[in-house]
């Protein structure tokens, strides 16, 4: 009879989260993000779109896809993007075809978005979404780090912090929210959410056949 150590682990299907992670700038939810990436490979990011002009430490096509605004303009009229939104005088979307494959084979989505996106995917997907917000923990605390970046100008800072404030309050919105005081601690409560919402029942529809396999066996 074979052991516990030498019985092979069985794989149960199951349906891939779309895990978002909103904050205001400055917050830390693109590091969390790029963190998590490089930690899991189940996860595949959801590059968006914007007409933002691209910073000095960016990469088109890793960090966003940088378009003009006609083009952004003809994916929305194209119906091509899951979500859109306009922050800080930019515009911001998802494409929609690598997200909808990525959840037909079963994988983790990340979306780095903000609120206005997340509340759209959560009135087109709210079966398959986990959303978590990110706080600063203090204002201070965020106009510092938004400082430290430099990679923004002062008027833009100033609106950034500005509007920060509106971000903050839609913190109710979300399923889950961390403060992060200290980048390891956040992203370790994070982990833990992830794994938490990868073991939940309704998301692994494999059980059915797993549970019928273990009921056939004799013993």
Known sequence: MK?????????????GIMLVISSPSGAGKSTIARTLLESDSQFSLSVSVTTRKRRGSEIDGVHYHFISPAEFDRLRKDDALLEWAEVHGNLYGTPREPAEEAMRQGRDMLFDIDWQGAHQLQEKAKDDIVSVFILPPTMAELKQRLLRRAEDSTDTIAK??????TEIERWPDYDYVVVNEDLDSAFTAIRAIVAAERLRRVRRPGLADFTAQLLSEDV
């Open 3 to 15: 052991t516990s150590e030498e019985m092979p682990m069985r794989s149960i299907a199951r349906r």
């Open 160 to 165: 950034r912090l500005k509007n920060s404030k």
